[in-house]
């Protein structure tokens, strides 16, 4: 081995300038060409076929991520959106006997226990007062900073729910047959669901949670959204709560690979990207559900005394 090594001396005693330039090449060519392999997380070979399903359409999913980065104006010199003298006010929420807490905290629970996604809608009239009710709902969640980074699109016009249907029915339909994989589909049988949304049509409002990275003011300012993908699934989070308190149905969808199409189809900025895709009504009258349990609260509660 060491005699073989000492054979190339004068090889790379000459040639010494070639060698390094390849060996730079090499290294350059791995580092920006080859694809980003991360490795596998622990205890992942189980869903292999999953996490394969997953990357896949994470690699497509990221391109309306890279679009955010097309508007390059930078952020820095914003002014603060909201005034530093903001004055502190005083805040008496309601405040009730300790039985009378235990009784409501109950209630609500019971309440939202109750809650089902619904896929099966009938096509029944909801007066739109009560959808912005359930939005006006929504836009009392938290967010960093007080950004408010959302935006809910409301669409009752029948060709544009059919427009929304077609875009979300091809992607679905590539979804199910090749990006998803085995592993995932098998995963969703339970849920019954495949590749076609007739309630896309179905519902009388498909409501589009959008969450926005950043605004630009009227004068051109930007205005950074301090941790805008939390703060909307917060607000996701109360908009269901206040679509089931309203009697009505929904089911969480994430229109996988739809959402620069959708965005576009609705004239949202680039600063917006389609969260969550909600329709929203009143079930069918032979609705069904998929007849699952939810974890009792002993695994989902850890308490440390
Ligand atoms: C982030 C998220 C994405 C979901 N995506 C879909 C979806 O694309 N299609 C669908 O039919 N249901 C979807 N669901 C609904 C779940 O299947 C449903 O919440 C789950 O089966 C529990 O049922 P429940 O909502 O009736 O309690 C989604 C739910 C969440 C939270």
Redesign the pocket.
């Known amino acids: 081995m060491v005699s073989s090594l000492l054979e190339l001396a004068p090889f790379f005693a000459t040639y010494w300038p070639h060698v390094c330039a390849a060996a730079l090449l090499l290294y350059l060519a791995a580092t920006y060409l080859l694809p980003k392999v991360s490795p596998a997380p622990a205890g992942s070979t189980t869903n292999g076929q999953a996490n394969k399903g997953i990357a896949k359409i994470k690699e497509k999913e990221d391109h309306p991520l890279a679009e955010f980065e097309e508007e390059k104006v930078d952020g820095s010199m914003a002014p603060p959106l909201h005034c530093s003298d903001t004055p502190q006010i005083p805040y008496k929420p309601q405040r009730f006997p300790e039985g009378e807490m235990v009784a409501k905290s109950r209630e609500f629970y019971e309440t939202l226990n109750k809650?089902?996604?619904v896929?099966f809608f009938s096509g029944e009239p909801v007066p739109m007062e009560v959808i912005e009710n359930i939005i006006r709902a929504a836009g009392t969640a938290p967010s960093g900073a007080h950004c408010e980074p959302w935006t809910f699109v409301v669409v009752k016009d029948p060709k544009i729910k059919s427009q929304v249907r077609e875009i979300v029915e091809q992607e679905e339909y590539l979804n199910y047959d090749r990006r998803m994989g085995e592993k995932w589909v098998t995963d969703l049988k339970f849920?019954g669901?495949s590749h076609e949304k007739p309630y896309l049509e179905e519902a009388p409002y498909l409501i589009l949670v959008m969450k926005q990275q950043y605004h630009i003011g009227e004068d051109g300012t930007k205005y950074t959204h301090y941790y805008y993908e939390i703060s909307t699934a917060i607000a996701a989070g109360f908009l269901l709560t206040a679509i089931h308190m309203a009697g009505l149905v929904t089911?969480?969808?994430?229109p996988l690979n739809a959402g620069v199409a959708l965005r576009e189809l609705l004239g949202r900025p680039a600063s917006e990207k389609v969260m969550l895709l909600l329709p929203v009504g009143y079930p069918s009258a032979d609705a069904t559900?998929?007849g699952?349990a939810?974890k009792p609260l002993e695994e989902i509660m850890v308490v440390k005394m």
């Open positions: 809650r089902r996604s896929r849920i669901t089911v969480t969808t994430t559900v998929p699952i939810r």
